[in-house]
Every structure is written in C-alpha cells, then in structure tokens.
C-alpha cells in the first residue's frame, strides 16, 4: 500500500470522523452541559483530535503494510 493512498484514505476518513465528532460534542456541549465557553469551539476541537487520530493511523497502517510486503 502506497503512503499516498494512506495519507487520501486517512484524509478522508479523517474528515468523516472529524464531522461526526463535531456534530455529536457540539450537540451535547450545546444541550447537556453548562460552562462557560463557546461549544462551536470545543466541539471543533474534538473534530480536530478525531482527524489527527484517523490521518496517523492510516498513515501508520500504511507503513506497516510497506513493512510487512517486503
């Protein structure tokens, strides 16, 4: 598996879970929670957590692959 291909992969399910992840926290930071704080940006830092945490396991998956073809 090419690190391209991980790197697209990662970015698009990174981004699909990133969405959902906003969605969901701003949704209940919005409804269930009192603080002080926009919950825009609090969900929006989720959203970031869940991009980077699919983006490097993809690109990590795709290493191993490299590693394991040779």
Known sequence: MDLQLSSVLGAVFGALAG????????????NNWNFRGSPARMAFRSALVAFAFFFAAAI????????VAR
């Open 60 to 67: 990590a998956l795709g290493i191993v692959f490299q590693m």
């Open 19 to 30: 969405a959902c992840a906003f969605f969901i926290s701003y949704h209940e930071y919005k």
